[in-house]
C-alpha cells in the first residue's frame, strides 16, 4: 500500500514539473517572438529613415543638376530673356553676366539687380570689348584691378610687345603699367634683370631662378641663358591640367594653378572662364 502511494505521488510530481517546464517554454517562446518582432520593426524603421534620406539627397541632387541644365541651355541660347525664366536669383544674375560678354552688351547688365555683380559684369564687358576691337584705352575703364591688368596684358601680347602701343594710352597710369609690362618681357627675353628696378627687378629675378649670391652655381651664363630661355618656351607650350591655359600664362598672367582645371572650384573649366570673360580665380 505504501508502495502505491509513493509511486502515484512520484507520477504525480513529475507531471507537475512536466507542465511547469511546458508551460515555462512557451512563455520563453513567446518573448523570444516578442523580442523578434521588435527587432525586425526597429530594423524597419532604421531601412525606411536610410531610404527616406537617400531619397531626400537624390532629390536635392536633382533639382541641382535641373538648374545647371536650366542655366546652361539659356546661356546656350544667348537670349538673356530665357535667363530670366531661371528661379534662382544669383544663377539668374550669372547667365545674363554671360550672354552680356558674349555680346559685348554693356545694357544687359542693367538687368542684374545686385550692385556687386553689376559691376563684374560690367567690368568683363570692358574687358571683352577691349580684347575684340584691341582697344587699350577701355581698359581704363575697367575698375577691377585683376581684370584692368588683364586687359593691359591681352592687349600687350596680341600687340608682340609693341612699345609703339603704350603712346597711344590716354591715362597716365596704364601708360607706365605698359611700359613696364613691355620693360619686364624684355628683360625676360634677354635673361637680363638689370633692366629693371625695385620691386620689378626682384620678380624678374624670382622668375628666371636667379640665384643673387651665385655661390652655388657650376654653369656658364650662356647656359644659364639657353635654360631659362628652354624652360618658358615649354611653359608656354605645356597645359598641364588641359583647361585651355598654358601653364606659362596660368603662372604669369592669370595667377591660376597649372595643375588644377578649375582652380575656384566652380564648375567651369579655367581656360572657359577666361576665354568668356570671367574671373578664373572667383567661383
Known amino acids: 500500500m505504501k508502495t502505491k502511494k509513493i509511486v502515484?505521488?512520484?507520477?504525480?510530481?513529475?507531471?507537475?514539473?512536466?507542465?511547469?517546464?511546458?508551460?515555462?517554454?512557451?512563455?520563453?517562446?513567446d518573448e523570444t517572438i516578442d523580442t523578434n518582432l521588435d527587432n525586425k520593426e526597429n530594423s524597419n524603421v532604421a531601412e525606411e529613415e536610410e531610404d527616406e534620406e537617400i531619397n531626400q539627397t537624390n532629390t536635392r541632387r536633382e533639382e541641382v543638376d535641373q538648374k545647371n541644365d536650366n542655366y546652361k541651355e539659356?546661356?546656350?541660347?544667348?537670349?538673356?530673356?530665357?535667363?530670366?525664366?531661371?528661379?534662382?536669383?544669383?544663377?539668374?544674375?550669372?547667365?545674363?553676366?554671360?550672354?552680356?560678354?558674349?555680346?559685348?552688351?554693356?545694357?544687359?547688365?542693367?538687368?542684374?539687380?545686385?550692385?556687386?555683380?553689376?559691376?563684374?559684369?560690367?567690368?568683363?564687358?570692358?574687358?571683352?570689348?577691349?580684347?575684340?576691337?584691341?582697344?587699350?584705352?577701355?581698359?581704363?575703364?575697367?575698375?577691377?584691378?585683376?581684370?584692368?591688368?588683364?586687359?593691359?596684358?591681352?592687349?600687350?601680347?596680341?600687340?608682340?610687345?609693341?612699345?609703339?602701343?603704350?603712346?597711344e594710352i590716354n591715362d597716365f597710369e596704364d601708360n607706365n603699367s605698359c611700359k613696364e609690362y613691355i620693360n619686364f618681357n624684355q628683360a625676360l627675353e634677354t635673361n637680363d634683370c638689370d633692366l629693371l628696378k625695385d620691386e620689378m627687378k626682384k620678380e624678374c629675378e624670382s622668375a628666371l631662378g636667379i640665384n643673387n649670391n651665385k655661390q652655388e652655381e657650376d654653369i656658364v651664363e650662356e647656359d644659364v641663358v639657353e635654360e631659362e630661355k628652354i624652360s618658358e618656351e615649354e611653359l608656354k607650350n605645356m597645359d598641364s591640367d588641359n583647361d585651355g591655359l598654358s601653364d606659362y600664362d596660368e603662372i604669369n598672367i592669370y595667377g591660376t594653378d597649372p595643375n588644377n582645371s578649375d582652380t575656384d572650384g566652380d564648375g567651369y573649366l579655367d581656360g572657359e572662364e577666361v576665354e568668356n570673360g570671367f574671373d578664373p580665380l572667383s567661383a
Not at 502515484?8 to 512536466?18: A, D, F, G, P, R
Request: net charge negative; aromatic share 6%.
Open 8 to 29: 502515484l505521488i512520484t507520477v504525480i510530481t513529475v507531471l507537475i514539473l512536466l507542465v511547469v517546464w511546458l508551460v515555462y517554454g512557451m512563455l520563453q517562446s
Open 74 to 167: 539659356a546661356v546656350a541660347s544667348n537670349d538673356y530673356n530665357n535667363c530670366m525664366n531661371l528661379e534662382d536669383q544669383d544663377i539668374k544674375n550669372s547667365c545674363i553676366a554671360r550672354i552680356a560678354v558674349n555680346n559685348s552688351n554693356l545694357d544687359l547688365c542693367q538687368e542684374i539687380n545686385d550692385s556687386e555683380k553689376l559691376s563684374d559684369c560690367k567690368n568683363r564687358v570692358y574687358h571683352a570689348i577691349a580684347i575684340q576691337d584691341d582697344n587699350i584705352n577701355v581698359c581704363s575703364l575697367i575698375e577691377d584691378s585683376f581684370w584692368h591688368e588683364s586687359c593691359l596684358n591681352k592687349i600687350i601680347i596680341a600687340n608682340d610687345y609693341n612699345e609703339s602701343l603704350c603712346d
